[in-house]
């Protein structure tokens, strides 16, 4: 993805209030990142263990949500809704977002399963096994860093279609 400075981030938050906004840590390696190898940003708060954020692109500039990690118990073998592995590399968790504007400030939540530190960008790149001989594999690799934005990206968007 392209990369964005810290106060980009802070202002692409779309379902946060000013204080949630101001509450925000950065990840540690915020300032090393290696842009090029992300479908989105996400990180779990270092301070707030409860809360995550995840930063795409839309068509309209950059879009940051908060989400918070539901209290609800996750099937013994979740999968990630956004990458989609199937090695299972990582927890999954259910996550919840609050939707845009007045919507979400009644409260109105959209819940996900994804990776527990949003850890799907390093999954995707991983060279997929070979399924059958002949498989293509680096295509299939590229096939789902492209889903795998696409669908990071629909999440947050659909978080302000409710307005
Ligand atoms: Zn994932």
Redesign the pocket.
């Known amino acids: 993805m392209t990369p964005l400075s810290a106060s980009d981030v802070r202002a692409s938050f779309i379902n946060t209030s000013l204080r949630e906004r101001k509450a925000v840590t950065f990840p540690p390696d915020f300032d090393t990142l290696a842009w090029a190898d992300l479908d989105y940003l996400g990180w779990r708060d270092p301070k707030l263990p409860d809360v995550g954020y995840v930063i795409t692109h839309l068509e309209d500039g950059p879009a940051g949500i908060m989400l918070r990690k539901s209290a609800g118990q996750t099937r013994s073998r979740p999968q990630?809704?956004?990458?989609?592995?199937v090695t299972l590399p990582?927890d999954?968790l259910y996550f919840t977002a609050k939707r845009t504007g007045p919507s979400g400030r009644a409260g109105n939540t959209v819940a996900t399963l994804?990776?527990a530190n949003?850890?799907?960008s390093s999954?995707?790149r991983k060279l997929p096994p070979l399924a059958y001989s002949g498989f293509d594999r680096e295509a299939a690799r590229l096939e789902r860093i492209a889903k795998?934005e696409l669908r990071s990206r629909t999440f947050v968007a659909d978080l302000r279609c409710a307005e």
């Open positions: 990630c809704a956004w990458c989609e592995d990582n999954v994804v990776c949003f850890e799907c999954n995707v795998l």
